[in-house]
Structure formats: structure tokens, C-alpha cells
């Protein structure tokens, strides 16, 4: 078991990331955001799975934002072009779908 919330304080001027779990097929990914703080326009190249633990962001796509909230989860298709901004403290996953060998 690994408590993600609270794992670590973000960066002054930028979100904090910490390696939660990563094996052959799987990558986890914890993020702390203070208020304010984003990740510019990005895109994985695998699927991922995005989850709010704590707080909430303004998650863009191309196409439209969503107010992403604790106990919701978005799947992103590899490539697909996205942002994140925290409106307040959050805490987030991203779990990196890889590729089976």
C-alpha cells in the first residue's frame, strides 16, 4: 500500500512528480499542484488513466476544458494534446498504460 496525498509538497514554481509504482506494463505517477500551478500544453505517448485525489484543475483538450474533481477519472489516448491547472491544491495520478513486449 502507498499513500499518494500528501507525498511530497510541490515545487515553488512548478508541480512536484514522484514515481508511485512502475513495473513492465504500468507507470503511476503522483503529482501536487499548489493553486495556480500548471503543466503547459503536453502529450503522453501511450495511454494514460488521470485521477483527482484531492483539490481540482481545469483539464484542457483541444476541444473544451473539464473541472476535474476527486473520485473522477479521464482516459487520454496516446497523443492527444492536453494542459493542467490547479484552481486550488490537488493532488493527482497518472497511470501510464505501456506497451506489453
Known amino acids: 500500500m502507498t499513500d499518494v496525498i500528501g507525498r511530497a509538497e510541490p515545487f515553488e514554481d512548478k508541480p512536484r512528480a514522484s514515481i508511485v509504482h512502475s513495473d ?21 505517448h501511450h495511454p494514460v488513466l ?28 496516446p497523443k492527444l494534446r492536453h ?4 484552481a486550488e491544491p490537488t493532488t493527482l495520478t497518472v497511470t501510464m498504460l505501456l506497451p506489453r513486449d
Open 50 to 77: 488521470i485521477q483527482v485525489l484531492r483539490g481540482r484543475v481545469d483539464f484542457g483538450l483541444p476541444d473544451r476544458t473539464i473541472d476535474l474533481r476527486p473520485g473522477e477519472i479521464l482516459h487520454l489516448t
Open 24 to 44: 513492465e506494463t504500468t507507470k503511476i505517477v503522483a503529482f501536487e499542484f499548489a493553486a495556480g500551478q500548471e503543466l503547459g500544453d503536453h502529450a503522453a
Open 83 to 86: 494542459s493542467v491547472v490547479a
